[in-house]
């Protein structure tokens, strides 16, 4: 890259290297802006001669082209593209998603120095129209052959995020008590709908039973036969293990146990199951209140329809002391 101050009427093409200003101070043109033919009629107008300028070299591209390309390659999924001033991008969520990002990906991204990826955390919930990245380019030019090999990385690993649409999930709702299945709807039901609330959803079926194998076994099942994208079960007791009443009646319902503990406080006795592909979500004491907590952090993920693993659970400790 190539800076010179040069006469106004030779400038077009060129890229200005700092803001110019009217007389009167207010912005005429921002800094990184690409001159053209009407730029140069209105800076003879306002009586300027000279401005100061970069100019490409072989083997380098513009900011804006660098953190455009990086910006369409670096994801999937229901996003758009804007292109901001000052070398940089955003992505957009277009509907409601979960944003799943690849952390390392991200990191091996981001030591490349020339552009730099700034996402929302993994598995967040984004509204529509939420900004949901920013990717920003060293100021004014790229070399063309880091720009290539980002985008080698990227075709070698695959997308680094995904905007994954949350579209009319159709969620089951357990609520046990070991007295009263209609006592835990009662401690419990307006916090789930508040919980659910948070991402754009609601419940779609509801059962209450007592906390005892055959029953909650019976309900799951029950629950199982509408199809839901989701079951979440919120019990009254904490159970000390999946051989407790909730984990004998996932395996009669035909769960198959994904993980049991997770590293989030609080929520550290979720059990996550799935039946085929059906997840199956049990935090005791999680919906007894609005707080943040392991529920929201998988719900976005699985209402995305997203299958998650029990490594992924394992990972949510960096960042799991939510209280």
């Known amino acids: 890259m190539k800076a010179q101050t040069v006469d106004v009427k030779v400038a077009t093409g060129r890229i200005l290297c700092c803001t110019v200003f009217r007389s009167g101070g207010k912005k005429l043109l921002a800094k ?16 300027m001669e000279q401005v100061w300028v970069t100019e490409l070299e072989e083997g380098e591209v513009s900011e ?14 229901a996003y758009e593209v804007r292109l901001a001033a000052g070398g ?27 552009v730099v990826i700034a996402s929302a955390l993994n598995f967040s919930f984004a509204s529509a129209g939420q900004r949901i990245a920013t990717v920003k380019s060293a100021p004014f030019a ?31 709702v357990l609520y046990s008590d070991p007295a009263s299945g209609d006592r835990a709807r009662q401690l419990f039901e307006n ?41 979440l079960v919120a019990s009254t007791t904490a159970p000390a293990g999946p051989e407790d009443v909730i984990g004998r009646a996932l395996t009669r319902a035909g769960g198959q146990l994904e993980r049991f503990l997770a590293p989030v406080e609080p929520g550290n006795l979720l059990m996550l199951a799935y039946k085929d592909d059906i997840p199956i ?14 529920v929201d952090l998988v719900l976005p993920p699985l209402l995305a329809r997203y299958r998650v693993s029990t490594w992924e659970v394992a990972c949510l400790g960096h960042g799991g002391l939510l209280a």
């Open 88 to 114: 940089r991008a955003n992505l957009h969520a277009t509907e409601d998603c979960c944003v799943l990002v690849d952390d390392e990906l991200l990191k091996q991204i981001n030591c490349t120095a020339s």
């Open 32 to 47: 990184g802006h690409m001159i053209s033919d009407e730029d140069i009629r209105v800076l003879e107008s306002e009586g």
């Open 142 to 172: 790229v070399a063309r052959d880091q720009l290539e090999a980002i985008s080698s990385i990227l075709r070698e690993r695959g997308p680094m995020m995904q905007a994954r649409p949350v579209r009319n999930p159709v969620i089951g």
């Open 64 to 77: 804006d082209e660098a953190v455009c390309t990086v910006a369409s390659e670096m994801g999937c999924g």
């Open 281 to 294: 979500v049990s935090a005791p004491g999680c919906f007894r209140s609005a707080k943040p907590n392991v």
């Open 191 to 231: 916090i789930m709908k508040q919980r659910l609330e948070r991402f754009g959803v609601a419940s779609s079926f509801v059962l209450a039973c007592v906390e005892e194998d055959a029953a909650v076994g019976r309900a799951l099942q029950h629950l199982l036969r509408s199809k839901p994208s989701l079951i």
